[in-house]
């Protein structure tokens, strides 16, 4: 790991730690970075904000729950992944997908996964997703992103192969046949 990813992680962990006892919203750059035991030029040097920190650790964790998939994962076993990080970083989640405010986890996360998923067809098929699939992809996100605020933010009473099962029943039709036919599912 070189020098600035590791300030990055040092400054994760200090946001996680201000997570245990303080809203996101509350929480400061000037605790973030007394915390972490770097200056306010490390942090900024590296995120624009407290928001763009939260995204960056998200992104970590997305790619290491979805790097295989397609080649030698399956889209269930990379959902399971990515539950079973949300989980043990359950602290974190549960703080960032409270936030509502610009540049928040959810639409990150929307957009992080909408383009993932067109990026990962274009891969497959040589194109890019016809306008339609674009929709039903759009909306299957914007569905599997708020179940997934809601099974943090409720407790996490469904296991993360349970969750995963349920998101892929919850497939358009027409979703569920491309991704079928693409050995993603």
């Given amino acids: 790991m070189n020098k600035q990813n590791d300030s990055k992680y040092k400054l994760a962990e200090a946001i996680k730690t201000c997570m245990k006892t303080t809203s996101v919203e509350n929480i400061t750059v000037k605790q973030i970075v007394e915390v972490c035991g770097v200056s306010r030029q490390t942090f900024y040097r590296n995120f624009i904000d407290k928001y763009d ?3 960056w ?6 790619e290491q729950s979805f790097k295989e998939l397609g080649s030698t994962e399956s889209l269930r076993e990379g959902l399971i992944k990515k539950f079973r ?9 549960a703080a960032a997908f409270k936030v ?14 909408f383009e993932f998923y067109c990026r990962l067809i274009r ?3 040589g194109e890019l997703p016809e306008k339609k699939i674009r929709k039903l992809l759009e909306m299957y996100c914007q569905a599997s992103i708020y179940m ?12 993360e192969e349970e969750l995963a099962d349920i998101m892929i029943d919850a497939m358009p039709p027409r979703l569920n046949e491309i991704f079928t036919e693409l050995k993603i599912l």
């Fill in 100 to 113: 509502d405010e610009q540049n928040n986890l959810k639409d990150h996360d929307f957009y992080m996964i």
């Fill in 148 to 159: 997934t605020v809601q099974w943090v933010l409720k407790g996490m009473k469904e296991s």
């Fill in 53 to 55: 920190l939260i995204n």
């Fill in 85 to 93: 990080y949300i989980k043990a970083e359950r602290v974190f989640f």
């Fill in 57 to 62: 650790y998200f992104d970590r964790l997305l």
């Fill in 123 to 125: 891969e497959k098929t």
